[in-house]
């Protein structure tokens, strides 16, 4: 995840609670849902969640934790 992605992330948990820090785990897995369904073995589905959601913009991201 990006360094701007994680620091809008923050700053809603701050306002709106850790209830955003699940959803956000789980926007973040699908996302990468259909990639990881494609991985073949462990050490890929690492290699998939260490990558991250590339250039997924704040504002994007954040719709995605949102519509959770």
């Known amino acids: 995840m990006s ?3 994680a620091t809008r992330l923050w700053d809603v948990v701050v306002f709106e ?3 955003t820090l699940v959803r956000a785990g789980v ?3 699908t996302a990468l849902a259909g990639k990881l369904f494609g991985a073949g073995s ?3 589905v690492l ?5 991250g ?10 719709n995605r934790v949102r519509g959770v």
């Open 53 to 62: 959601l590339g250039t997924l913009g704040e504002d994007e991201w954040m």
């Open 17 to 19: 609670g850790d209830s």
């Open 3 to 5: 360094l701007d992605n």
């Open 47 to 51: 290699d998939i969640v260490r990558d």
């Open 27 to 29: 926007a973040y897995l």
């Open 42 to 44: 462990v050490r890929e």
